[in-house]
């Protein structure tokens, strides 16, 4: 068992970004679910054609790329085909179910289908009103396709780190962190007219080529991929990108210190643009700042990185171990949505921090900050933009430290908690508590129900420094909004909290806590920290504690990862070795209420590890996730994860 340690208090920063499930959709008896991607996740539309003929669809795909169809009595196998638009062009891909479930559509998919059956998956999907062709689909044929793609790709899922292979039915996110989908990123798989091609995305370079109807035939150049390394490298650049995010979405708060350690030192940053430093910061500024020009409403995220091309022999001499071109997606709370111009971003030799660099004049240059048009374009130009003049000053913040009631909501704070109640039939239920003390947020489905264990927000780091279960925070907070305000979904509450002990250890995040559904009760979470000590090693995203539990009661008590169960013992570790997964659940019964269970279901998959310490006749239940998004030279680290509570 490692020891985790809290990192000592931070500055304030929320970070926005999305927080959907991190599985690749439900797996009901009665629909298909999954994620449409290529590598980036695909915004568009997917249909369903049953074996008769019958359509279910089009459905939209979320910003994830997530889609579910209902099946109810339409008659298996399942053709799915997804749709969508980049620039003038409409792009399609395939994919095939036996059954309800998880199944995805993806480069891979269209392959399989394609080596499966021998026709083009178009041609088998047919036209609108007229029955698909699934002779040649069965369980049988896909598993053997699969099998025939597994080997042909072989040589790069070693580089890659991909020991589990299903593009089909597999786990799979859009996201850096699923290894399959990041490799996807890095390479392209087409096929078209009985051919498959695949290719270097950075470079365009042809690693493999030959025909669907022999697939063995094909021979991959390994030496013309895309290192290993770059998927790290995704990962590394996604943090950035947050991290800028982050500071952007300050609002009226963000000056130019804020941004600095974005851009690179470098006395020849402007020499191919012609825009120093000094102005792309000021750019940012300018638009996201105070009074800036900003017009779409509050920044929620930047999301959904995409690496152009490596840039790095462009920038021979100017301290960067490696540079790319890539762009990213601006969000907005409003939900409108912006592709961002192409930035490029060089990783410096002396802190291995990813910063913007300056743009050769072939690449283009800028911030990202030069957003417009529509996700289907990629649009601005280089440069500031000082002096556009694109709208009004953001609004002023609506959070208070006050209590607040209203007719069927309130938020009291009474000594170090902070308590988030419901009108339940006349009577205000307390559903959420947060604890400035500890940093400590518990639910509660209910005056029936007991409490869940409680998620301490501060994040841990293992170091040198004293090991803390929960460390005081300030908070502030606002009521259920009707409309979407500065983050808060409508209808919930927004808990921020910061802390800074003011030795340069800053951060802080959010919960936001929706009121109670038919039969549950959410809260999401998001950390960002900005630093930390800097012989830490590990970022602890969240720990889990329970108050003393009846050792009588352990029985009734266990977490659930994956597909495995385990039992809470009486004392000692029970989730060792550590565990990795995107999600838990904790099902649990409390002293004299209903039994109840906590979900948690994080942004990627992290490690979890769990110890039970005896104090007689009780127990206390300690049960850590810890993240590898943190970079230890700079401290900075983020994370975000769903609690849902259930009676």
Not at 73 to 102: D, H, I
Not at 230 to 237: A, Y
Not at 365 to 386: C, D, E, K, Q
Request: hydrophobic share 40%.
């Amino acid at each position: 068992m490692r020891r985790h340690r809290f990192a000592h208090a931070i500055l304030f920063a929320a970070l926005f970004f999305s927080l959907g499930a991190c599985g690749g959709g439900s797996q009901s008896g009665s629909s298909v679910s999954g994620v449409a991607a290529t590598g980036a996740p695909i915004v568009g539309t997917v249909t369903l054609k049953d074996s008769n003929g019958l359509l279910n669809g089009p459905v939209s795909t979320d910003s994830e790329g997530r889609f579910s169809l209902a099946i109810g009595k339409l008659t298996p196998p399942y053709l799915l085909k997804v749709e969508w638009t980049t620039g003038a062009q409409t792009q399609t891909l395939f994919s095939a179910a036996m059954e309800a479930g998880n199944v995805h559509i993806n480069p891979l998919t269209h392959l399989a289908l394609a080596l499966a059956t021998g026709s083009a998956p178009a041609t088998l999907f047919g036209a609108t009103g007229t029955p698909p062709d699934t002779t040649r689909i069965s369980k049988a044929s896909l598993t053997t396709a699969v099998g025939q793609i597994r080997t042909l790709l072989t040589p790069l899922f070693n580089d890659y780190g991909i020991t589990d292979f299903d593009p089909l039915n597999g786990p799979y996110t859009a996201a850096p962190a699923n290894r399959l989908d990041a490799m996807l990123d890095v390479i392209t798989v087409k096929t078209e007219n009985g051919q498959v091609t695949i290719s270097n995305r950075l470079t365009g370079t042809v690693i493999g080529a030959g025909s669907t109807a022999n697939p063995a035939g094909i021979s991959l150049d390994k030496t013309k991929a895309p290192a290993g390394a770059v998927l790290g490298e995704i990962e590394e650049l996604t943090e950035r990108i947050y991290a800028l995010g982050a500071a952007m979405k300050r609002g009226n708060a963000l000056a130019t210190a804020d941004l600095e350690g974005f851009f690179l030192s470098d006395p020849a940053y402007g020499a191919s643009s012609g825009h120093t430093r000094t102005q792309d910061i000021a750019s940012i500024v300018a638009i996201f700042g105070p009074g800036g020009s900003n017009a779409d409403g509050p920044l929620k995220l930047l999301k959904n990185l995409r690496l152009v091309s490596d840039e790095t022999t462009k920038y021979t001499g100017r301290s960067v171990t490696k540079v790319y071109l890539l762009n990213y997606e601006f969000v907005f709370e409003s939900g409108k949505t912006f592709r961002g111009d192409n930035v490029t971003f060089g990783k410096e030799t002396a802190t291995g921090l990813w910063k913007f660099i300056g743009g050769d004049s072939s690449a283009g240059n800028g911030i990202g900050s030069n957003y417009g048009g529509a996700l289907t374009g990629n649009y601005g130009s280089s440069g500031t933009l000082v002096g556009i003049g694109w709208g009004s000053p953001l609004p002023p913040s609506p959070y208070t430290s006050d209590d607040l009631v209203s007719g069927s909501w309130k938020i009291v704070k009474s000594g170090s908690l902070v308590q988030v109640s419901w009108l339940v039939e006349g009577d205000y239920v307390p559903c959420a508590e947060f604890n400035v003390a500890t940093s400590g947020l518990r639910l509660r489905y209910g005056s029936g129900a007991g409490w869940s264990p409680t998620a301490l927000l501060k994040p841990t780091f293992q170091g040198d420094k004293a090991a803390y279960q929960g460390a005081p925070v300030t908070a502030q907070w606002q009521g259920p909004q009707s409309v979407a305000v500065w983050g808060n979904a409508a209808n919930a509450v927004m808990i921020e909290f910061q802390w800074d002990e003011g030795n340069g250890d800053k951060g802080g995040g959010f919960a936001q806590i929706s009121p109670p559904g038919s039969n549950s009760l959410s809260a999401q979470v998001i950390i960002s920290v900005l630093s930390a000590p800097a012989r830490t090693t590990s970022f602890g995203l969240v720990t889990l504690i329970t108050d003393p539990i009846p050792t009588d009661q352990l029985a009734t008590q266990s977490v659930v990862i994956g597909n495995q169960t385990l039992s809470i013992p009486p004392s000692g570790p029970f989730i060792e070795p550590p565990l990795l997964g995107a999600g838990l659940t904790w099902n649990s019964q409390s002293v004299g209420a209903s039994a109840s269970s906590l979900a948690v279901n994080f942004m990627q998959e992290v490690t979890m590890t769990g110890q039970a310490v005896a104090a007689s006749p009780n127990t206390l239940v300690r049960l850590y996730a810890e993240s590898d998004r943190y970079n230890a030279s700079s401290g900075v680290a983020f994370g975000g994860y769903t609690l849902t509570i259930k009676p």
